[in-house]
């Protein structure tokens, strides 16, 4: 990373006012990691640190109005998608995304608010798992979403095989949700060439709001930087970790996890 | 500045995708200088870094919405306004914003991207001088803003007295866009106390995307830390300034000035 070159990487997802998850997640962990945010909204929503309350989606046309003007003037050396709020806006994103092609792409797979508001649509793991998959580099489900992708999978193991087969380069699932009494989460890396890796960490003692979508953006922000994609993987990982132990509650919901630099 | 409570500033104004002006600016900004970014979008626009193409106000009473949130959510320390995009959108928020005093407000008046698309529509100027400046902290034109809103006043120094009458606690007049020639930039703060300060900085060669937006996110910022008026304008114009010369030909337009701390 250099100050003259920056690396830039481009969010599409939706907007949190309070500063926790969604691209002000995105946007501070890319600065923090030294690349430059490019940001589309898919859509807005009214939430606090506890709960999303109201989700509006922007119009496909609009949606791809802003993609051709932020990709014509400034090419992305990685992509990341969050939430997408319609079904047409899903569509129309992923044939957008098979035209830039090979930038990579990591998906972090929205399914429901940690407060419980259901963010996905009808149909939505359809798109995932026929349009996105594919073309897909990374895909970053916790437990819930995996199982919300692959519902007829007896185990996370199987799961996560059976979405490998649709085409994407790795699929990381992280454990946060899961085995709450266990004082570890753990994180598999499920790869296309067959490997698994699998990393404990100390489980916080706090609930946290955009954890996910830290994780997901500090791995696409690590692969503008030229990271190869199990690298980008384990230093997103570590980084994410540290943003949690330092995460501050600032709201009356969850933590939001501490995503600067070290301020002048 | 202390991990554990954190100060927080609420945005409220325009997204960009590229990046370098509205709320990406903001929350890069709030985040370098350790305060935890609320935001609020006021209005989503399709740009680059050379111009504006198109700009769509949300609702009224979805400005509401967000805003009431987040506020019973999280009290902001400070809050600024950019772009707010409809006449009705900005007198929602000066009626909001009446009802969250003595928070201190930056009111970043934006009139025209640098580009040249209009961003204020018809009646902007009654809005901010009637509705907004009594309850503005601080008021962070450029020379044509501050045209746009004392039309009649003969010279900048009459133009800022003419304003301060209407009730803000202070006008900072940026120079970035007059006497391009000089090999400097004059920066002059009007307070209500009747004391004027200028600054000169050395002129950068390079044009900008998004500078006045970073300047007014200092600003609002240290305001957020508790600084006193005329000391947080003197450390956001020294902070912006050096922004400024690490900024980056990220795009084909303005250079984007570099908000980040320093990564890990």
Not at 65 to 82: L, T, W, Y
Not at 110 to 132: E, N, P, T
Not at 187 to 192: G, N
Not at 225 to 236: D, I
């Amino acid at each position: 990373m250099s100050i003259e070159q920056a690396e830039t990487a481009l969010f599409i997802g939706g907007h949190d006012p309070s500063g926790g998850a969604g691209l002000t997640a995105d946007i501070q962990t890319a600065t923090a990691l030294g690349v430059h945010p490019l940001s589309i909204v898919t859509a807005l929503t009214v939430q606090d640190t506890e709960n999303v309350e109201q989700i509006e989606s922007v119009d496909p046309d609009w949606l791809e109005a802003c993609f051709g003007r932020v990709v014509s003037d400034i090419h992305p050396d990685s992509i990341k998608v969050g939430l997408w709020g319609s079904q047409a806006v899903g569509e129309r994103l992923a044939t957008l995304l098979e035209k830039v092609r090979p930038v990579p792409i990591v998906l972090d797979p929205i399914w429901k608010a940690s407060g419980g508001f259901l963010l996905a649509q009808d149909g939505w793991a359809d798109v995932v798992c026929s349009r996105f998959l594919p073309i897909t580099t990374l895909l970053t489900p916790n437990w819930i979403e995996l199982q919300a992708l692959a519902p007829s999978a007896p185990t996370a193991d199987e799961a996560a095989r059976a979405l490998l087969t649709l085409g994407p380069g790795a699929i990381l699932v992280t454990g946060g949700d899961q085995d709450l009494n266990r004082p570890y989460v753990t994180s598999t890396l499920y790869a296309s060439d067959g490997t698994i890796e699998r990393w404990n960490d100390a489980r916080l003692p706090a609930a946290f709001h955009g954890s996910g979508c830290t994780l997901a953006a500090a791995c696409a922000s690590y692969l503008a930087r030229g990271y190869p994609l199990k690298m980008a993987v384990r230093a997103g990982l570590r980084w994410t970790h540290l943003a949690l132990v330092k995460a501050r509650p600032i709201g009356h919901g969850g933590q939001i996890p501490f995503r600067a630099g070290v301020p002048p």
